[in-house]
Each structure stands twice: as structure tokens, then as C-alpha cells.
């Protein structure tokens, strides 16, 4: 049986047995299926298969080693490997040094490092990063404020759909914070963001219908509707937001 049409039948360490016998480089989704067994089962077969790919110098399973190393908090084993794959061009590696950079210290010491990852992966269409170099330079936290490039930042991430990014980005209008005012784009962003399940723009949705505005009518039925609807979204999405 070919092995591309049988793998989703296949434990992934078996997978990983036969790329090997027939000495085919791994495809990423091949890759992530192991390190999902190494992650998931705890399956040594896989780990070491994760290894052995990372040996060979393939990106993807540095980083998913890299990964499955962070779960562990063994970070300093997780360095080395996200930084062997993002000098390679892989995003998410780069976005996870930026991480561990960023959380190295309370004080925001190593935040000028952990921007210079972050904007590798932004630079790459990385959502997360995106939304993490704007938020290092909306707040200057270790590195000097660019209101300017933050709402840069902001409006890539929201493009990507980051609900986060897009409430940020509607304030930005709002207020004309680093971009030319605009309160009908800023309630497109708003409204976005609320779409998308983000409890804070929910809640802020649910003031502007509660007073009313040049732009939306006064409905307080809606408004009370919407506030109970950022308060299931806060309960049920407190992880994902």
C-alpha cells in the first residue's frame, strides 16, 4: 500500500519507520503527526524520529521538538532548536524564541531581543507575532514607543483575523492613536472583533449600544444581550483569549 494514501491509518511512529526505510524526506504534515504521538503518547519511538529529523537539519522538526521540549519546560533545550529552525526561515520558531525572550524577565530587559524575533516571523505573516511586536512597541516596554508601526503591526495581525489585534486596532482608530482618526473604521474593526467572539469588544459593543451614538441608534435590549454574551464568551474562551 503507498504510504501517502495509508498514513492517516498508521500509528505515527510506524510512519516514521517507513519514511525512514524508504529514505524519503518527510513531508512538515508527516513531521507533525510524529511529534502529535511524541507530545500526545508520550511514544519514545516518535521522539527519537523527531530527533533523528532534527539531526538532519529539517526545520519543521526542530521546531516541533523545540516544542515538545517547552511542554516540558526544559527551555533552554527548547532554545538551541528554535533557533537552528528560525535561522532556516520558519516562522513559528521564530514567533517562540520571541516568546521565551519576552518571558525571560519581568522588567522587559530582553524585549529588544524578543522583538527582533518577532518581527522575523510578522515580516513572514505570523499573526501572533505580529499582535506581539505591536504590543512592545504601543507600550515601549524595553524598547522605544512607535505608536505608528504598532497600528502597523496591529492592522497585519487583523488582517490575519486576530480578534485581539483587531479590538486593538479599533481603538487605535478610535482615538487616533499612531493612525488618522476614523470612528466609522474603527467600529468596522469593533464590530470585527466582536464577530470573532473577543469578550472586551463584545462589552465595549454592548456600551456604545447602551448610549447610542452618531453611528448606531440607542438599543438597550441589544445592549443587555450583548453584555451577556461577553460574559459566556469571557467563561467558556478565558484560555483562547
Same mark, same amino acid.
Given at each position: ?5 495509508? $498514513? ?12 525512514? /526505510? ?7 504534515? =508527516? ?12 511514544? =519514545? ?31 533552554? $533545550? ?19 524564541? /520571541? ?8 522588567? /522587559? ?18 499573526? $501572533? ?12 516596554? /524595553? ?47 469593533? =464590530?470585527?472583533?466582536? #464577530? ?22 440607542? #438599543? ?8 451577556? =454574551? ?9 484560555? $483562547?483569549?
Amino acid at each position: 500500500m503507498d504510504i501517502r494514501t495509508s $498514513r492517516a491509518l498508521l500509528p505515527a511512529a510506524l510512519l516514521s519507520l517507513l519514511l525512514a /526505510g524508504c529514505g524519503r524526506t518527510p513531508l512538515p504534515v =508527516e513531521i507533525e503527526a510524529v511529534s502529535m504521538d511524541a507530545a500526545q503518547r508520550g511514544d =519514545e519511538a516518535a521522539e527519537r524520529r523527531l530527533q533523528a529529523w532534527a539531526n538532519d537539519d529539517l526545520p519543521v522538526a526542530q521546531r516541533e521538538l523545540a516544542l515538545l521540549y517547552r511542554m516540558r519546560h526544559q527551555d533552554d $533545550r527548547a532554545r538551541g532548536l528554535f533557533l537552528r529552525a528560525a535561522r532556516r526561515g520558519d516562522a513559528e520558531s521564530a514567533y517562540q524564541l /520571541g516568546e521565551l525572550e519576552r518571558d525571560r524577565t519581568p522588567d /522587559g530587559g530582553t524585549n529588544a531581543r524578543a522583538a527582533q524575533w518577532y518581527r522575523q516571523a510578522a515580516q513572514q505573516g505570523h499573526a $501572533r507575532a505580529a499582535l506581539g511586536l505591536a504590543l512592545l512597541l504601543k507600550n515601549g516596554t /524595553g524598547i522605544p514607543v512607535d505608536k505608528a508601526a504598532a497600528a502597523h503591526w496591529l492592522a497585519v495581525a487583523a488582517q490575519a483575523g486576530d480578534a485581539h489585534a483587531l479590538f486593538l486596532l479599533s481603538n487605535a482608530y478610535a482615538d487616533g492613536d499612531g493612525v488618522p482618526a476614523d470612528p466609522r473604521r474603527a467600529r468596522d474593526l469593533l =464590530e470585527r472583533a466582536a #464577530d470573532h467572539e473577543y469578550p472586551a469588544a463584545i462589552q465595549q459593543l454592548a456600551l456604545v449600544k447602551q448610549m447610542g451614538d452618531d453611528l448606531t441608534p440607542r #438599543d438597550a435590549a441589544e445592549a443587555d444581550q450583548l453584555l451577556k =454574551e461577553a460574559a459566556e464568551h469571557r467563561r467558556s474562551n478565558a484560555r $483562547r483569549f
